[in-house]
C-alpha cells in the first residue's frame, strides 16, 4: 500500500482540495443586505451601489478622497494622561484603549490633517468610528483644539468629518470639559474670520452633536447619517411621544433647518471645494468703494467698506 499512500493519495487531495480563499472579499450592506465584492465597495467610496447607503470609511481613505492628488500632512496630535480616573468596569479603561490602538493603527479616535483642496489650503479633523465609536475623551478635545489653532495659524478654513457616539464615559467629567474647550476653539476660529465646515456623517450623537458638530458655518451631511443628542427610544420614553418617520435623519433634519445641504459622499469633494472658494474669495483684498448716498458718486467722494480679514 505504500505505492497508494505516497503516490496516489497525495494526487488525489490536491485534486479535490479547495483553493485557499482570502477573507473578507465581500462585504453585506447593512441595509438592504445585499454582498458587495470589497473591490467594487473602495471604487464606490464604500456606498452600497444597490440601494446608497453610505458605510463607514476610514479616515485615511477619507483624506485620500478629500485633498488634491490624495497628498496630505498629518500633524503631530498633544499628548494626554492615558487613564486620568483609572477608570474600570467589566475591564480596564487602559486595556480598552490598548485594544482600540490595535485594531485601528491610531493613538486616538481623531486625524489632523492639512492640505490643498481644489488649490485652496485647508485643515481637517476626521474621526475614526472604530476607535471606541468615536467616543469624545481629552485626546479628541485636544486634537479638536489644535486643528483650530492650525487654521488660524494657517489663515486656512477648517473642516471636521464627524462620526461619534458621543462623550468617552471613561473619562467622566473630563470628557465633557471637552464640549466647552472644542466650542471656546471654534469660536476663536470665527473670531479670525476664518470659515469652518462640519460634515456630520453616521452616526453623529452626545455631547459631539451637543458641541462643536452643530455650530459650523456650513452644516453638511451625508445621506441617511443618524443625527442628534439622545437616542429616540429614549426620547420617546421621555416625552411620552411617538417620534415622525425619519427622525433624527440626515433628510429630516434639512428639511426642517438644521442643516444646509445632503451630499452624496462621491459628491463631496467638488461641493467642499466650491464653498471654500466662495468663502475664500477675494480674502486679504478690500472691496470696491461704494458711493455715499449723501454725496454725488462723480464727485469722488465715498465710503470704503474693507472686507473681512
Known amino acids: 500500500m505504500s505505492w497508494l499512500s505516497n503516490l496516489s493519495l497525495p494526487k488525489i487531495r490536491d485534486l479535490v482540495r479547495k483553493a485557499d480563499t482570502p477573507e473578507n472579499l465581500w462585504d453585506k450592506c447593512p441595509q438592504c443586505e445585499q454582498m458587495v465584492f470589497h473591490r467594487d465597495l473602495e471604487a464606490a467610496m464604500h456606498v452600497c451601489p444597490h440601494c446608497g447607503f453610505h458605510m463607514r470609511i476610514e479616515p485615511q481613505a477619507r483624506l485620500a478622497n478629500l485633498y488634491d492628488n490624495g497628498e496630505y500632512t498629518r500633524i503631530e496630535l498633544p499628548e494626554v494622561a492615558a487613564d486620568p480616573l483609572r477608570f474600570r468596569d467589566r475591564k480596564?479603561?487602559?486595556?480598552?484603549?490598548?485594544?482600540?490602538?490595535?485594531?485601528?493603527?491610531?493613538?486616538?479616535?481623531?486625524?489632523?490633517?492639512?492640505?490643498?483642496?481644489?488649490?485652496?489650503?485647508?485643515?481637517?479633523?476626521?474621526?475614526?468610528?472604530?476607535?471606541?465609536?468615536?467616543?469624545?475623551?481629552?485626546?479628541?478635545?485636544?486634537?479638536?483644539?489644535?486643528?483650530?489653532?492650525?487654521?488660524?495659524?494657517?489663515?486656512?478654513?477648517?473642516?471636521?468629518?464627524?462620526?461619534?457616539?458621543?462623550?468617552?464615559?471613561?473619562?467622566?467629567?473630563?470628557?465633557?470639559?471637552?464640549?466647552?474647550?472644542?466650542?471656546?476653539?471654534?469660536?476663536?476660529?470665527?473670531?479670525?474670520?476664518?470659515?469652518?465646515?462640519?460634515?456630520?456623517?453616521?452616526?453623529?450623537?452626545?455631547?459631539?452633536?451637543?458641541?462643536?458638530?452643530?455650530?459650523?458655518?456650513i452644516a453638511i451631511s451625508e445621506p441617511g447619517a443618524i443625527i442628534g443628542f439622545a437616542g429616540q427610544r429614549v426620547i420617546e420614553e421621555t416625552i411620552r411621544e411617538t417620534l415622525p418617520e425619519g427622525f433624527q435623519r440626515a433628510e429630516y433634519l434639512l428639511d426642517h433647518g438644521m442643516l444646509d445641504m445632503v451630499v452624496p459622499r462621491a459628491e463631496m469633494r467638488d461641493r467642499l471645494a466650491a464653498v471654500l472658494r466662495l468663502l475664500m474669495a477675494g480674502r486679504g483684498e478690500p472691496a470696491p468703494a461704494l458711493p455715499s448716498p449723501a454725496n454725488d458718486p462723480e464727485e469722488g467722494s465715498g465710503t470704503r467698506v474693507q472686507a473681512d480679514q
Do not use: C
Not at 479633523?125 to 468615536?134: E, W
Open 92 to 217: 480596564r479603561y487602559s486595556e480598552r484603549l490598548r485594544e482600540a490602538q490595535s485594531k485601528t493603527g491610531e493613538k486616538d479616535a481623531i486625524i489632523v490633517a492639512h492640505g490643498e483642496i481644489d488649490g485652496i489650503h485647508a485643515v481637517s479633523a476626521v474621526f475614526n468610528f472604530d476607535f471606541m465609536g468615536g467616543s469624545m475623551g481629552a485626546a479628541v478635545g485636544e486634537a479638536v483644539v489644535a486643528g483650530a489653532r492650525l487654521a488660524i495659524l494657517q489663515e486656512s478654513p477648517y473642516i471636521i468629518f464627524t462620526a461619534s457616539g458621543g462623550a468617552r464615559m471613561q473619562e467622566g467629567i473630563l470628557s465633557l470639559m471637552q464640549m466647552a474647550r472644542t466650542t471656546a476653539a471654534i469660536s476663536e476660529l470665527k473670531e479670525a474670520r476664518l470659515p469652518y465646515i462640519a460634515v456630520l456623517t453616521n452616526p453623529t450623537t452626545g455631547g459631539v452633536t451637543a458641541s462643536f458638530a452643530m455650530i459650523g458655518d
